[in-house]
């Protein structure tokens, strides 16, 4: 049914309500926003390339949570370590018992040694996907564009320290493509659900027609819908698919 043939006093569903706000408002924000996180992961990737010391040091020192993508930094710097173990030496920080290598081990006994946990991974990243929309409540802000600077610098530091340290692109690839194409676009959704609903917020403020409580309830439903089955499969597959695909990848 079109909205021609809708009568005047016709109340729209739930999910007709979703899918319009996603056709009208969010889904033009959700491509702009992915292409300027594209952009900026590869910038800061090309920063850390050149001085991966630096991207590691980043690493060790973003607090837990605050990214959604820690997680994948964390796998990053193990990986790096245990193929430099003279990172060690170097740099007291980094000393680890699991700098010990790989070679042999299975998919299953890297993701226990690493300490993933899917468990533990989908609430991570839930609560970097939810902290993204709850910063669009503030307005004038705009918040969610933080949230989506600070995970490209952070993946842009994980990427760019294992090439700086000679990995081969295909390790990278092997240890984000499986559960990013799940993981990122929860986030990106997330980040662009979170800009929209200030926008929205903002405009109402300043007396303009728009509709808040429509668009809460909108994002609400989308976030339930879309961003929670995508982080589920993301940490199953971070956890019981990933590390195997590491593992080919680096031909162990």
């Known amino acids: 049914m079109n909205d021609v043939e809708m009568r005047d006093d016709y109340v729209p569903t739930a999910l007709e309500s979703m899918r319009r706000y ?10 702009i926003l992915t292409a300027l996180f594209v952009v900026l992961t590869a910038l800061f990737t090309a920063v850390y390339a ?3 010391w630096t991207g590691l040091q980043l ?12 997680l994948d ?10 193929l430099w173990p003279e990172a060690a030496q170097d740099v007291p920080a980094l000393e680890s018992p699991r700098a010990a290598a790989y070679d042999g081990w299975s998919g ?5 040694a690493i300490g993933l946990d899917p468990v533990m991974l989908f ?24 949230a989506l600077f600070i995970n490209a610098v ?48 903002t405009a109402r403020v300043c007396r303009r027609r728009a509709r808040p409580l429509r668009a809460i309830g909108c994002t609400l439903l989308m976030f339930v819908l879309f961003v929670l089955p995508l982080l589920a499969v993301a940490a199953a597959v971070e956890c019981w698919v990933t590390p195997d695909a590491m593992l080919s990848a680096m031909g162990w």
Do not use: Y
């Open 22 to 31: 996603w056709k009208r408002d969010v889904r033009k924000t959700f491509w």
């Open 50 to 52: 050149d001085d991966p």
């Open 59 to 70: 690493l060790q020192e973003i607090p837990a949570g605050l990214d959604g993508v820690a």
């Open 73 to 82: 930094s964390t796998a990053a710097h193990d990986g790096v370590h245990s």
């Open 108 to 112: 299953r006994a890297l993701a226990e």
């Open 123 to 146: 609430f991570h990243n839930l609560q970097a996907s939810g902290t993204a929309v709850l910063l669009g409540l503030a307005p004038f802000l705009f918040l969610p564009l933080l």
């Open 154 to 201: 952070v993946l842009g530091a994980a990427l760019g320290s294992m090439f700086g340290f000679g990995m081969a692109a295909q390790w990278a690839v092997a240890g984000i493509l499986p559960h990013g194409i799940f993981e990122l676009p929860a986030l990106l959704l997330s980040f662009a659900l979170g800009f929209t609903l200030c926008r929205k917020l």
